[in-house]
C-alpha cells in the first residue's frame, strides 16, 4: 500500500494567490482529516470528513478555507487569498473509522506564503 | 474541551538512558489516547495507543499506561537508541469525535 499521498511536498507562493493542496487517502479508509502544523499552535484539526462528507469543519480558520471530498479517494484543501500567516505544514490523515481507530499520516505539504 | 498537555523539549539523553515523557489529559467523554512519533521531515506515526483506562500500550520497547485516576499517559522506554530521537506527541480522541486533539510535542535527542 502506498499510505496517503500528499501534494505538493513544498509549495511557495506570493501572498494574495490561491493555493491548493491534495490529498490522497488509502484505499478502503471512508475518514479523512487535515490537520496544520505550526510553531506556535502546534498540531490542530482543520476539518475531517466521514464518507466523503464533511463532520466537523470547526478548525477551518475562516471563509479563506476550504475543503472538498469529492470521492473517495481525493481530497482538497483550498486557500484564497492566502496570507504569510498560512505558512505552516499542512498533514492529511486517514484511517477506517470508528473512534480508536489508527489515523495513518501523509508527508505534508509544506506551505510557504511569502 | 479536550486537551493534552506534554512536557517540554527538548529531551536530551544519553543513548542507554532510561526515558519518561509526560502527558497529562483533560476529556470530556471517555478518550483514547495515543502516542504519535515524528521523524524529521516526515508525517506522524502511530506508536502506541490505549483505548480504556489501565490498558498499557507497548511498541518498539516503548509503553505507557492509561491511568484515569491521575489522568495521565506517561511514555518510558527502558533504553533508548539514537534512532529514536525524533518528536513524541501525545494525543487524544473523545467519545463522539474522531479527531485528534494533540498536545504540544516533546523533541528527544539521543547522543552515542
Known amino acids: 500500500d502506498a499510505g496517503v499521498i500528499q501534494s505538493p511536498r513544498h509549495e511557495v507562493t506570493e501572498m494574495g494567490q490561491e493555493v491548493t493542496l491534495r490529498c490522497k487517502p488509502i484505499?478502503?479508509?471512508?475518514?479523512l482529516f487535515w490537520y496544520r502544523q505550526t510553531m506556535m499552535r502546534g498540531l490542530e484539526l482543520l476539518i475531517y470528513?466521514?464518507?466523503?462528507?464533511?463532520?466537523?469543519d470547526s478548525g477551518m480558520p475562516e471563509d479563506r478555507f476550504s475543503a472538498k471530498m469529492p470521492n473517495a479517494s481525493f481530497s482538497t484543501l483550498k486557500i484564497q487569498p492566502s496570507e504569510p500567516r498560512d505558512s505552516a505544514v499542512y498533514f492529511c490523515?486517514?484511517?477506517?473509522?470508528?473512534?480508536?481507530?489508527?489515523?495513518?499520516f501523509g508527508p505534508g505539504t509544506r506551505l510557504t506564503v511569502l | 474541551g479536550n486537551s493534552v498537555t506534554q512536557m517540554e523539549g527538548p529531551v536530551t539523553l544519553s543513548e542507554e538512558a532510561f526515558l519518561t515523557i509526560n502527558c497529562t489529559y483533560t476529556?470530556?467523554?471517555?478518550?483514547?489516547l495515543f502516542w504519535y512519533v515524528q521523524y524529521p521531515g516526515e508525517g506522524l506515526q502511530l506508536l502506541l495507543k490505549?483505548?480504556?483506562?489501565?490498558d498499557k500500550g507497548s511498541n518498539k520497547g516503548f509503553e505507557a499506561t492509561y491511568r484515569k485516576e491521575t489522568t495521565s499517559f506517561h511514555l518510558e522506554k527502558g533504553s533508548v537508541q539514537v534512532s529514536d530521537s525524533a518528536v513524541y506527541f501525545c494525543?487524544?480522541?473523545?467519545?463522539?469525535?474522531?479527531?485528534?486533539?494533540f498536545g504540544s510535542g516533546t523533541r528527544l535527542q539521543v547522543q552515542p
Open positions: 494525543a487524544l480522541t473523545d467519545t463522539g469525535r474522531r479527531a485528534l486533539t
Open positions: 470528513f466521514n464518507n466523503n462528507v464533511p463532520i466537523d
Open positions: 490523515a486517514s484511517s477506517l473509522g470508528g473512534e480508536n481507530n489508527e489515523q495513518f
Open positions: 490505549a483505548t480504556k483506562a489501565d
Open positions: 476529556a470530556t467523554g471517555y478518550p483514547s
Open positions: 484505499s478502503g479508509h471512508n475518514s
